[in-house]
């Protein structure tokens, strides 16, 4: 008797497609205002020291320069420096521009030019120079890692490694198959295509609004109104559009402070944007050092894991991520030791970075376990169904759901797995040697505290709001799908708005969370909005919905009808005239059940597997294919969901074969500052990609469903192909991305 | 016409943005990418690198793509620009805007209009025949939410679509 036409699973086309491909979607950088302002920022040339001596007067002489900003004459800004944290940011000390004269990493901000026009300020930015006094620099992190050490304070959110289970030493030893393995990642930038960039209009009664490439306007606002001193009231942040971020927009970046405290002194409005070469000197993804001791017996079961990383870090803060705990819930193992450690450089802190830790622990994980399987001589995939692990023995939780097996069948049904030859150097394909290689993703499926609003008005349109983003992620257009088939609306008589610091507290857009925890809210809120107008429709006199409780009703086609029997109901505009109210407005919210956290934990799993055509004589490896199966509870569009697979495994193919910031660490600074010189896939790299989103039902990981895809599709991508090049040339290349010349490297 | 006040050393060309005929003073170290972003406004070329590196500013100049961040605007004096405000025509998108859409070419957009007006310079060259022609042709245009694929597909898309309606005229 359903006949209710519905949104959510149907792949829906973005909501902010048409203006997206016309060019009319705004970013931070593209709003103008009368008398603007443009700000350019100088970089240290050095990565430690002090400045002894700032040269600003032939930059001050050039045309349409209006004020250089130095540590000299730095605007007012808090004192204390808990009024810097930011919502994510990492215990420490964090960075306050311009606060000195001392310079603690390459790149660091040492001034701001303001001018009349963007070009003025960008060429005198060129004529600002610095006399420093070096100190010595530490960025070499094979160096520095004599000098780990466990974070003393623990990151918020971020889990410590788990103590020791059994006996893994003890087991290793005794194991008739196993090995230990160190694995470098190189240091990765997130380089969204859209600059980092802040327009701060100054209205006329002094108030700001600030459009900001970040992914929590709430963020910002609050960083703004701590470190200035402001009025919540007074700072208004928008971020509509967002040309990407991958973790890079979670913190306030340089740009926010400039431009606001340019725009407070001068009493104007400033644009303020980071150039590409600055863009290599915000958080980025940590060069990490890992070694993984694996063991099992004859029969592929594992008797020992032992995980022990060191990433790096900055100075002034102790930047955290999960790196290792994977390797203690992945697969079921009685003796488990893992550990994690820091390492200071004299770099910017590292930023999250799309699936941080995971994409770099999982990689170490999975390469050892592909090790493992040739060691015992067992199918890759086949050692991983014989570990499969059914709870979480870390924190001794049962999962909310786990279809990995599903992953595992589909994945290699499609992959067409089952055709493989065991043995690496088996198969070609004319002067190629061709690899097929997988392995098995995993990432937190969380959710966070969020509120929505839902308002109905008579004449049948919904507008939900929460200040979520969309980062490219396709927030706007789920949030109308669920909004829509909450009260039974097409989605032309939805509008969502997000991206404002005013709407309803929503988290920043990290984690893989926003589809859970703000599709959940606006769930709620429009399920409050049906109750309302059932409340008002039973008041009604002679009302066919009279006796009606909550559940017995539904919206359908503009009607307020009964589920058993819909010819009895009445049109929303009906119960608000009658009712005499224009429109009904109704707040959602959502959060993590902490009860059942105490039994439950939940994460998305994916199975994925590569072929790589390797070119011998030249090191060329190119990956010709990948299929990634994906299991993440409900899918709410399958268009935008394949879209974020796609997105996460090209970075992930990055990862494999191209990612990499170089340090001189004569110089302690980033050489290949630029996108060509830091390479990442370019769309000749990408072949064929096929993603499976397998069945998966979980009513607990969150209200609607949902587990979260912005980051799984990276996770263990880097080490299917990694997996994939021992298969084609026998070789196993540890070292992170893998150039041309590692390959040939004997 | 110029938004902002004549400058000295300012120099005057005539250029065609999107089928006006506009008469302009622009500095000569001012770029077609910050005349069109910054001074008409037309905010839909993306800078992303302001080096030729990414593609994000790709224009059609007298109907060749090009990166607008590596042009001078003095250098154009006469020129013919097609940027992605003006693609579309009347008011339906370009055939390449609504492949685009339709096969989800894109997440944040920011490298969109590049790609799409780089589409379309690849199209009017008729030098990719094939999925791998087209991707070694695109690879100009950086997208770093990793779209690749589905902008393949969009090609491919409007591509077939083009061959089918010449075939229709031969016939």
Redesign the interface.
Known sequence: MDTLITHIGRPT??V????????????A??Y?APGLLHGAIVSSSIPAGRIVRIHTDKAKAF?GVVEIFTHENRGKAAWLDYKWRDQVAPPGHPFRPLHSDRVVFDGQPIALVVAE???AAR?AATLVHADYQPDEHRTDLLVERERSYQPPKKRSGVPKPPSPRGDAEGAFDQAPVKLANTYRIAAEHH?????FATTCVRGGDGKLTLYEKTQGSQNSQSYVTSVFGLKSDDVEVINH??????GSGLRPQHQLFFAVMASLELERSVRV?L??DQMFHIGYRPEILQTVGLACDAEGRLQAVMHDATAGTSHFEDYQENVVNWSGLLYRCDNVRLSYELAKLNTYTPCDMRAPGAASGVTALECAMDELAYAARIDPLELRRINFATRDENDNKELTSKALDACYDEGAAAFGWDKRSFEPRSMRDGRDLIGWGMATGVWEASMQKTVATAKLSANGHLEIATASSD????TWTILTQIGADALGLPLEAVTARIGESGLPASPIEGGSWTAASAGSAVQAACDEVRKSLLKQAAGLPGSPLADASPEDVRLNAGRLELKADPSRGISIGEIMTASGIGEIEEEGKAAPDKLQMLKYVSYTHSAIFAEVAVDEELGVIRVTRVVCATAAGRILNP??A???I??????GIGMALHEEAMTDHHLGRVMNH???EYH?????D????EVIFVAEHDDKASPIGVKGLGEIGIVGTAAAVANAVFHATGKRIRDFPMTLDKVLQN | MSS?NL?QGDVPIVMTINGDRLELHV?P??TLL?LL??HL???????????G??G?CTVLIDGRRINSCLVFAVMRDGAEVT???G??KDDS?HPL?EA???R?A????????GQ?CSAAGLLAEDRAHSREE???H???????????????DAIEDVMAQEQSQQKAKVA
């Open positions: 086309r973005r902010d497609g048409q203006l997206k491909v016309t060019g009319r979607a705004k970013y950088a593209e103008d045309p026009s963007y070009e060429d380089n969204p295509m859209e600059l559009y967002v040309g990407g971020a991958f944007s150039t590409r980062i490219g992620t396709g268009k935008t394949r879209s974020q796609l997105g996460g495994v090209v970075m630029n996108i060509a990442m896939p370019v769309n000749a990408i072949h064929d990609i | 902002r400058q500095s170290w001012t910050d972003r910054d406004h037309l905010t839909g070329t993306k800078k992303g690198c302001d080096h590196q990414c994000a940027t992605i405000e693609l579309a998108l805007q685009f859409i339709e989800d894109f997440q944040c957009g920011y490298c969109t209009p799409i087209i991707r070694e695109m690879s100009g245009n950086i997208c770093r939410c990793g779209a690749y694929t589905n902008i393949v």
